[in-house]
């Protein structure tokens, strides 16, 4: 390398390779010191600005994932059971003018209720109540619960009355079913009689709104809550045989023949005449195909078809293949949710929450809580400053780094200044010792900063920081990373040291070349 520029410097200037190639060698051993002390010092001194902005660059990424929300920007409001509750869609209207989109810098106003439901933990043969909440197909709450960083698995819903269900992982977690699993069990009673009725799991994800832990469609919640004592979802109103099978088309196939087969000689089907219609692929899970069967005549109660089932259930040749037995709820053409006990704004940015809490309260008596945009304004605050320390830490790193290579620099042509004169007096020009001296010191600081990135990068990925802090603090997580070398900043920090200190040397040479051959030989200070 050190040959390619002096041959460079060679043709340019017209002065032998060998002589340029001698001067760098030994002006640049003379710039590391004696043991190469100032050569250490600059690489410590560069080596510990890395260190210091990966620490604040790492812990700015630790902290976002930690306030990681998809839904901070969707704030609920409560509505009391009073007269308040009683105006609600009026209240929603008003919110809906653009004039207050506008002003308090929010998108939509939405309600809802949260509902409770039992499910089935299979292990316990026990049921758990869990809490849910609807959500509309087509709402921008759907985008936020699909974030990539909050989406395991599944699909979002494929319509406005999707029967399915989204959950988070914790749900599946405490009622002990298989992570990869196809259903859950909701428990519905109807007079004396119970049912746990599978509902299909169209996706899994990390977190929910409101502390839910399920998702469903408007539609599903009416038919389970709304209807008016209709009991929409209630089996009994299930008159057709519908059967789910795990597994690939061949075996839905092979399951669909045995079943025929099967059906023209068992007692339970004796007297009904099954229509059956070939395997549909469960567009909901995405993992086994639906099998339905319509009778003539018509079953007249849910109980035959629950006998039919048990019958297929307990035949040998279907005990390998995961069967289900699905229920047909009451199909609703009109359905309203009145009077919704939450109302929910989607905001476009969180600055204005604080005032629209304030008109709110005024205005409805109604109350925002505050603890989820305290913590985001917490966050923001706390990234400023963090952005702020490592500027004026990398501002602090750029003047020692520039101090130190003036003093070092100058130190040294101030000890031959003798020599400066002395090739200046056979011609040497002035312009070409600058520029070798220049070459000499930017190649010393850009050798500092590779061996600085090198060193801050063995740091890195040798996880010492991870180390480091797990001894300081037992309670760290340690699948996190807290230290990131590659970054702006660090970048940012390259080019502003190369830059700095490229100006810094320019400036201290030109203190000491521009002085004259006389002066310099025997040492004159310069008027």
């Known amino acids: 390398m050190l040959r390619l520029f002096a041959g460079l410097f060679s043709r340019l200037f017209g002065v032998k390779k060998d002589f340029i190639l001698l001067f760098m060698i030994r002006e640049g051993k003379e710039l590391m010191g004696r043991h190469y002390k100032n050569f250490w010092i600059l690489i410590g001194i560069i080596f510990l600005t890395f260190i210091a902005i990966g620490f604040s660059t790492g812990s700015l990424k630790y902290l976002e994932f930690k306030m990681n929300d998809p839904f901070m920007k969707f704030i609920t409001i409560l509505v009391p059971n009073d007269s308040v509750s009683e105006r609600i869609s009026t209240i929603r209207d008003t919110l809906m003018k653009d004039s207050y989109k506008e002003k308090f810098m929010y998108k939509n106003v939405t309600g809802h209720d949260n509902y409770w439901v039992y499910f089935r933990n299979p292990i316990k043969n026990q049921t758990y109540v869990r809490k849910g909440r609807p959500v509309p197909y087509d709402a921008s709450l759907i985008n936020a619960i699909f974030d990539p960083k909050n989406f395991p698995r599944g699909h979002k819903f494929s319509g406005k009355n999707d029967l399915g269900i989204i959950v988070k992982q914790s749900f599946l977690e405490s009622l002990q079913y298989d992570p990869d699993t196809s259903h859950v069990f909701m428990y519905y009673s109807s007079g004396e009689k119970s049912w746990y009725i599978p509902i299909p799991i169209i996706a899994v994800v990390k977190e929910l709104p409101d502390l839910c832990d399920f998702v469903t469609t408007p539609y599903f919640y009416y038919l389970r809550y709304k209807g008016e004592g209709e009991e929409h979802m209630s089996p009994k109103y299930t008159r057709q045989l519908r059967i789910w099978v795990n597994g690939d088309s061949l075996k839905a196939a092979r399951f669909f023949e045995?079943?025929?087969?099967?059906?023209?000689?068992?007692?339970?089907?004796?007297?009904?005449?099954?229509?059956?219609?070939?395997?549909?692929?469960?567009?909901?899970?995405?993992?086994?195909?639906?099998?339905?069967?319509?009778?003539?005549?018509?079953?007249?109660?849910?109980?035959?078809?629950?006998?039919?089932?048990?019958?297929?259930?307990?035949?040998?040749?279907?005990?390998?293949?995961?069967i289900l037995h699905l229920y047909f709820p009451r199909e609703v053409n009109k359905y309203s949710l009145e009077k919704p006990g939450i109302l929910s704004v989607e905001f476009d940015k969180t600055d204005m929450i604080r005032e629209f809490r304030n008109y709110l309260y005024k205005t409805y008596s109604l109350n925002i809580d505050m603890a989820s945009v305290e913590a985001m304004e917490n966050y923001n605050f706390i990234t400023k400053l963090t952005r702020l320390i490592s500027f004026i830490l990398l501002i602090f790193s750029v003047m020692s780094i520039s101090f130190f290579l003036s003093n070092v620099l100058r130190n040294h042509l101030e000890s031959i200044k003798m020599n400066i004169g002395t090739f200046k007096a056979f011609g040497l020009e002035t312009k070409l010792l600058k520029r070798i001296y220049l070459l000499i010191s930017g190649g010393f600081v850009l050798l500092c900063i590779i061996i600085s990135l090198l060193f801050s990068w063995f740091f890195e990925m040798a996880r010492i920081a991870n180390y480091g802090l797990l001894l300081l603090f037992k309670n760290m997580e340690k699948n996190q990373t807290y230290f990131t070398l590659m970054n702006p900043w660090t970048i940012i920090a390259i080019l502003v040291i190369l830059l700095c200190s490229i100006i810094v040397m320019n400036k201290t040479m030109n203190n000491i070349f521009t002085q004259n051959p006389g002066d310099l030989i025997y040492d004159r200070d310069k008027e």
Do not use: C, H
């Not at 692929?281 to 003539?296: E, P, R, V």
């Not at 849910?302 to 005990?319: G, H, L, R, S, T």
């Open 258 to 322: 045995q079943l025929q087969q099967f059906t023209k000689t068992e007692k339970a089907f004796q007297g009904f005449t099954p229509a059956w219609f070939s395997p549909q692929k469960d567009i909901n899970t995405n993992k086994g195909y639906i099998i339905t069967a319509a009778f003539d005549p018509r079953p007249d109660s849910v109980e035959i078809i629950d006998n039919m089932y048990a019958a297929i259930q307990q035949a040998p040749e279907f005990k390998s293949y995961g």
